[in-house]
């Protein structure tokens, strides 16, 4: 059964204390990992996609990574505006388009 | 990425009435998707709806609860029936691009007393 698992559920920083978010997966042939951001009442919105282990992304603050396992979403020098939930998802191949989430993790970054 | 809305996006309602919502794009897109987050949950896929042809359900979920139109490459509709507290819950509407990445809508949230 394909599956997607995100450590921790949430996480505390301080402002400027970088820290990784942890998405182990199993899938039957990976087509995409994905990562978004959720804030308090709003939809996800999307962040980055990977597609092939060893790749690497970058956005601001933000850097996602892949391996065949588990993706990590690493957070340098984190500012209070970084606050929210970060989901992780995974698109296999025999699913067709649909993509299946973790619960995500709950980023919490104080001043 | 798509601009997505959605309407309405909160509601109180009674248990055993229905509630439809209303999933707009400023594009013209194939694949929308209709998804349900319930607090502490995972995002979890209700039903794929394609211009043209019915829906097509994800296990657990069926057409006589969640009941879905799609007239247009840009419009499309997810109706809650008969609705029970258990249907509290954040409902998601979302595009599905090239690469395989979904853009999201607001979101409706439903609460169900």
């Known amino acids: 059964e394909d599956q997607v698992t995100q450590s921790p559920e949430a996480l505390r920083l301080q402002e400027g204390e970088s820290s990784s978010l942890n998405c182990s997966y199993t899938?039957?042939?990976?087509?995409?990992l994905f990562w978004y951001r959720q804030d308090p009442g709003k939809g996800p919105e999307f962040l980055f996609t990977?597609?092939?282990a060893g790749e690497e992304k970058e956005k601001e603050r933000l850097k996602a990574t892949l391996t065949k396992k588990e993706s990590f979403l690493h957070i340098t020098a984190p500012k209070p505006e970084d606050s929210a939930t970060y989901l992780c998802?995974?698109?296999?191949?025999?699913?067709?388009?649909?993509?299946?989430f973790g619960k995500g993790t709950t980023l919490s970054v104080s001043s | 990425s798509a601009v997505i809305s959605q309407k309405p996006s909160r509601d109180i309602c009674q248990r055993g009435t229905s509630l439809t919502i209303q999933c707009q794009v400023d594009?013209?897109?194939?694949?929308m998707f209709w998804y349900r987050q319930q607090p502490g949950q995972s995002l979890t896929l209700i039903a794929t709806?394609?211009?043209?042809?019915?829906?097509?359900?994800e296990s657990g979920f069926v057409i006589d609860k969640f009941p879905i139109s799609r007239p247009n490459l840009t419009f499309s509709t997810l109706t809650v029936s008969n609705m029970s507290p258990e249907d509290s819950s954040i409902y998601l509407c979302?595009?599905?691009?090239?690469?395989?990445?979904?853009?999201f809508g607001e979101g409706s949230r439903l609460t169900v007393l």
């Open positions: 594009s013209q897109v194939t694949m």
């Open positions: 709806a394609n211009q043209g042809s019915e829906a097509t359900y």
């Open positions: 899938v039957s042939g990976l087509r995409g």
């Open positions: 990977l597609y092939s």
């Open positions: 979302s595009v599905g691009r090239s690469g395989g990445e979904l853009f």
């Open positions: 998802a995974v698109q296999a191949n025999q699913a067709g388009t649909a993509l299946i």
